[in-house]
């Protein structure tokens, strides 16, 4: 099935630090969006990109729909404990139907206090 | 307003057996979606149901299927267990085509 590149699969960090991850893919997509899962839990939207070039900011974190539609980044600023948790992007494909997401493989991120 | 809610949070069966999962979605949403989440192959769609009826699907075999009801409320099914079945099973709910939200999960061991 359509795959979305994510990178990098983990970080280990120290707090403070900013954070900075990526997903590629070969295929365009409508929409893009960035979702954090901590154990136990389902995925918590943290931001959602609808146009290309769209640069989205909520609180510590920003996000962008890369402009050729193909890529889009995650940068969480000033790292804290509570930022750890697996991180997911996920896209929309064209005519695929806004809910059938596809969603990258996760970033794994480590915070040494 | 209350999030979505699945039933069980876990649940534990053996090969062969059939389970049935089910989700509620957030008050007004009318689409409600299956995701499977699995170490090796991550999040996957199973499929939507949209006003009673499936408006999308994934690529899993027909062993799974779902159903939902007028009250928005969905079921999932899995015949015949097979060890690869294990996973968490992700219900998402929205209210027509934007922006999903997700449940708990229900982790499925199948022994």
């Given at each position: 099935g359509q795959q979305l590149n994510q990178s990098p699969q983990s970080m280990f960090i120290q707090e403070g630090e900013d954070v900075s991850m990526n997903c590629t893919s070969s295929s365009i997509f409508n929409t893009w969006l960035w979702y954090k899962q901590d154990p136990g839990e389902g995925p918590v939207l943290l931001i959602a990109l609808y146009k290309a070039g769209e640069l989205t900011s909520n609180g510590r974190l920003t996000a962008q729909f890369g402009i050729t539609r193909k890529d889009s980044f995650l940068n969480i600023s000033a790292?804290?404990?509570?930022?750890?948790g697996i991180y997911f992007c996920a896209g929309q494909l064209p005519g695929?139907?806004?809910?059938?997401l596809v969603f990258g493989q996760g970033t794994r991120l480590t915070i040494n206090p | 307003k209350a999030g979505v809610t699945q039933t069980p949070r876990y649940l534990i069966k053996t090969r062969g057996q059939q389970v049935t999962l089910s989700c509620s979605p957030i008050s007004g949403h009318r689409s409600v979606s299956w995701y499977q989440q699995t170490p090796g192959q991550g999040l996957q769609f199973l499929f939507e149901y949209f006003s009673e009826t499936q408006r999308n699907k994934g690529n899993?075999?027909?062993?799974f299927s779902g159903r939902q009801f007028s009250n928005s409320r969905s079921e999932m099914n899995v015949s015949?267990?097979?060890?690869?079945?294990?996973a968490l099973y992700l219900c998402a709910s929205s209210w027509g085509t934007d922006t999903q939200y997700f449940g708990p999960g229900t982790r499925l061991t199948v022994l």
């Open positions: 790292s804290i404990p509570s930022d750890v695929q139907g806004a809910q059938k | 899993f075999p027909g062993r015949t267990l097979e060890l690869g079945d294990s």
